[in-house]
């Protein structure tokens, strides 16, 4: 017999099971005509939102199905926490719970990261102030924070999100971070290697375990986007010493427990060494055969080299594009001989169609406008394709000095068999540049030269530059604005004021001054796409300031032509650019001519003079650079040549380890006072700075310089050029390239003024 218990349970059972059952009876709805759709818990949505999401509307038939349907779409739309919907006779209920609102995102203990660049990361998982917040996008948070911080090699960084509730349904969100110390790479390990040794391949590499630089280039914290690449320039290294079947079996990264130290150990294979055996043409090549064979880098019986076949295929497919066919296929089909370990290579080619541009699009020039880089193109839209002159367009978009890179695609159009669009990439980076050179002597102390220029002012292209100078003896201030195209041939306008105030004899006791102002309007004038000639007039007006200890020649020249003169020079002069940078040229070169010639006022003279920058790339870490310059000044119609268009060698920017413009010509008391001729030399060699490996902002230079400046009616002589040898660092700071400099003059006269410890930012030599 059952118990009593049992009995009991039993009743149970029967009761709330019947309940249930009732209930879940209850909760199915007959389908009805909806009459009236009311909406409660609505705090910051908008109930159009609510009811665009709804699969009915009033006076349609609402169902249980429509009923599940609206929720599950309710919910996809992130915005709720809860949703229920209730029916009351022919009335729908929809009731929700708003999820809270993220009102503040704040981090704690972040030194690694700047704050903007987390939140940046966070926006980009969908997680910022003012949008709707779940624990589920926190964890995503946290998650993409410590991926950040893991690309920084903290491994050990630690992440705790505080959920703070405020008024209004809202939540503040902080991220403390416990960023620990950085992992850092112990050992790299190449295994596989026969050929060369593992500390010649750690030489290929971006990544190594270390130095005492190692704090500027981090070169020491591992990421799996340099390893990659290191990967790449390993390969590429083998593949340009002949290793045609070279390749990395695997790589693996371990972390010790304590994740502070990781090891990377890299297994290859390297293959046999291959010898080129011969080069053979295949394809239609425009029945030009004799000109492609002439591109062709590669030799038959040399080390078979993949970047001389990468070249020699990019200059065919460059030919072909300078005939219009810009969808040529150029590849390389090598024939290995195992048995005596050459290849036979057969470059194939096919030019497929020929094409012409319809559009040209522009990307990434968020701060330049558009039409800057149209007008520096010289493939035209609704043109032939034409290589040369997009490589010219790429190049001169290079040259404006507004972009990190540019880069030119095509890109096929969708139903046309002749016809592309070119996508220009461009990525900006910061035109202001901040030019600083200061030195110290025994004479002036300390002195400071100073400079703003904007190149590329508010996006329009237009320059803008200041100077000024605190030197005890000469003060500068002076202000300039081109803008590259004042006409649409490309016919630029320049304006210039000035005002120097200069005691260029450097004598302690004297109080005298010269004082000159100036303002100029030049014109340039595209000749080719290198060649600039350049056409102007300047008003000056030069003021003799007399006080104690003046020198015997101003005082000559102001009882002769007044203590204040004035004159109208006309400007000429010549320019011509093919650097590859402007910033930190390695290759190319610079010229130019000028000429000053002064017709007009109480002065007749002309004043020329010309340089001429010539740098060499030896290899990708070391290149030269060569610097020269001459001047020429001559009084006109018996006239002498005023003193205060002297030429002044010595110091920053001609002759290093010497005081500031003191070489030259003195007077009876001694005095320097500068000449009408000058001659100047400077070369410079680049090499790796200690410990930077293959990073090219940092670099160690070697200099040479020689110069001197002659009178007007003296003879050059050799004998009397000064020189000087030092060596130097070169930074490519944000605030422009900075060059300190230690130099040891060479070939000096008595009297001489020497200074041997100077830096500069924002100039080449």
Do not use: C
Request: aromatic share 12%; net charge neutral; glycine share 10%.
């Amino acid at each position: 017999m059952p118990s009593l218990f049992t009995r009991f349970i039993a009743l149970l059972i029967v009761v709330f099971g019947g309940m249930v059952l009732s209930s879940m009876s209850a909760r199915a709805t007959e389908p009805f005509i909806l009459t009236d759709i009311r909406i409660e818990g609505l705090q910051r949505v908008e109930p159009g939102t609510v009811f665009a999401s709804l699969p009915f509307k009033v006076g349609e038939t609402y169902s249980d199905e429509k009923g599940t349907a609206a929720i599950r779409s309710l919910f996809s739309l992130g915005l709720f926490k809860d949703v229920r919907i209730e029916t009351l006779q022919a009335v729908v209920l929809v009731i929700v719970e708003e999820r809270p609102i993220i009102s503040n995102v704040e981090f704690i203990g972040t030194k690694e990261f700047d704050k903007d660049t987390l939140k940046k990361a966070l926006r980009e998982i969908g997680l910022s102030d003012g949008r709707p917040f779940d624990k589920a996008l926190a964890d995503r948070a946290e998650q993409e924070l410590k991926r950040q911080y893991i690309n920084k090699s903290l491994y050990g960084a630690e992440i705790t999100t505080t959920i703070t509730p405020i008024e209004r349904n809202r939540v503040n969100l902080t991220f403390s971070v416990v960023e620990g110390d950085v992992a850092k790479i112990k050992e790299i390990r190449l295994q596989g290697n026969h050929f060369f040794s593992e500390s010649d391949l750690r030489k290929q590499l971006d990544l190594n375990t270390g130095n005492w630089l190692s704090w500027y280039t981090k070169s020491d914290r591992y990421s799996r986007t340099k390893l990659n690449a290191d990967l790449e320039t390993l390969k590429s290294y083998y593949l340009s010493q002949g290793f045609l079947e070279f390749r990395v079996d695997s790589t693996q990264v371990s972390i010790s427990p304590d994740r502070q130290s990781i090891v990377i150990t890299v297994n290859v294979t390297e293959g046999n060494r291959f010898v080129v055996s011969g080069i053979e043409l295949e394809g239609y090549f425009l029945g030009r055969d004799d000109e492609f064979k002439a591109l062709i880098t590669v030799k038959a019986g040399q080390t078979y080299n993949a970047g001389d076949v990468s070249l020699t295929t990019k200059a065919f497919t460059d030919y072909f594009g300078n005939f219009g066919f810009a969808f040529a296929r150029v590849e390389t089909r090598t024939e290995i001989d195992h048995s005596t370990n050459q290849v036979k290579l057969v470059l194939q080619a096919d030019p497929a169609r020929r094409a012409y541009v319809r559009r040209i699009n522009l990307a990434g020039n968020t701060r330049t406008r558009d039409e800057i880089i149209r007008r520096e193109f010289r493939q035209m839209e609704s043109a032939w394709y034409d290589g040369d002159r997009i490589r010219l367009s790429r190049d001169r978009v290079e040259r404006l000095g507004y972009f990190k890179e540019v880069n030119i695609e095509t890109q096929d159009v969708p139903g046309s068999l002749d016809q592309v669009d070119l996508l220009v990439n461009v990525v900006e980076k910061p035109t202001g540049s901040l030019q600083l050179g200061a030195g110290f002597s025994s004479y002036e102390k300390l002195f400071i030269t100073f400079g703003i220029t904007q190149d590329n002012i508010f996006g329009s292209g237009n320059f803008l530059g200041t100077q000024v100078s605190t030197s005890k003896y000469n003060q500068v201030f002076s202000i300039n604005t081109t803008n590259p195209y004042y006409t649409e041939d490309g016919i630029s306008r320049t304006f210039e004021f000035s005002h120097r105030s200069q005691r260029p004899y450097n004598d302690e006791a004297g109080n005298y001054r010269m004082v000159t102002s100036g303002l100029g309007m030049r014109f340039g004038v595209p000749v080719t796409e290198l060649d600039r000639v350049v056409a102007g007039i300047t008003a000056e007006q030069t003021q003799i300031v007399p006080g104690t200890s003046i020198p015997a020649s101003y005082l000559d020249y102001a009882n002769r032509f007044g203590f204040t003169t004035t004159s109208f020079p006309l400007n000429l002069g010549w320019i011509r650019d093919s650097r590859d940078s402007v910033m930190a040229p390695t290759r190319g070169t610079s010229a130019r001519a000028y000429s000053d010639y002064s017709f007009q006022g109480a002065l007749r003279y002309v004043r020329t003079g010309a340089q001429y920058q010539y740098y060499i790339p030896l290899s990708k870490q070391y290149s030269i650079a060569l610097n020269g310059e001459v001047g020429l000044g001559r009084g006109l119609q018996g006239q002498p040549y005023p003193i205060f268009k002297d030429f002044y060698v010595g110091g920053l920017g001609s002759v290093r380890g010497f005081d500031q413009g003191s070489l030259g010509p003195r007077d009876i008391t001694g005095l320097v006072i500068g000449g009408a001729k000058k001659l100047v030399g400077n070369a410079e060699f680049y090499l790796p700075f200690p410990g930077a490996g293959n990073d090219k902002s940092l670099r160690l230079y070697g200099f040479y310089d020689i110069g001197n400046v002659f009178g007007e009616f003296d003879p050059i002589k050799l004998a009397s050029l000064r020189s000087s040898y030092g060596m130097g660092i070169s930074w490519v700071s944000p605030m422009g390239p900075l060059r300190f400099a230690i130099a040891n003059p060479v070939r000096t006269q008595a009297g001489d003024r020497i200074q041997k410890l100077q830096f500069q930012i924002g100039t080449s030599f």
